[in-house]
């Protein structure tokens, strides 16, 4: 998935960039391609945080960290991305 991947023809052109450019509030997107151990990865560890109820935000970063430290390539922790389209800097809950 590379949801988040900006192209040659504009930031809009990425799904995530342009979903958030039409007002969602907060869009979690990849700017890669991921292998599918990896996203399945932090995808499990997103949604395991969010049922504990804890914020968007913290979530992704649980996600990257697993990622970071559970992951041989060393570089799928940076490719999961949060945009988030709103004026208070809080938590998204």
Same mark, same amino acid.
């Given at each position: 998935?590379?949801?988040?991947? /900006?192209?040659?023809? %504009?930031?809009?052109?990425? &799904?995530?960039? @342009?979903?958030?450019?039409? %007002? /969602?509030?907060? &869009?979690?997107?990849?700017?890669?391609? &991921?292998? *599918?151990?990896?996203?399945?990865?932090?995808?499990?560890?997103?949604?395991?945080?969010?049922?504990? %109820?804890?914020?968007?935000?913290?979530?992704?970063?649980? %996600?990257?960290?697993?990622?970071?430290?559970?992951?041989?390539?060393? @570089?799928?922790? +940076?490719?999961?991305? *949060?945009?988030?389209? @709103?004026?208070?800097?809080?938590? *998204? +809950?």
């Amino acid at each position: 998935c590379q949801s988040a991947a /900006v192209g040659e023809a %504009g930031l809009l052109t990425a &799904v995530g960039p @342009a979903l958030s450019a039409a %007002g /969602v509030p907060a &869009v979690v997107a990849m700017q890669l391609s &991921v292998r *599918l151990a990896a996203a399945t990865r932090f995808a499990e560890r997103l949604y395991t945080a969010l049922a504990r %109820g804890e914020s968007l935000q913290t979530a992704v970063s649980l %996600g990257r960290q697993a990622l970071y430290t559970e992951e041989s390539d060393g @570089a799928s922790w +940076y490719v999961p991305t *949060l945009t988030i389209r @709103a004026r208070d800097p809080g938590p *998204l +809950y």
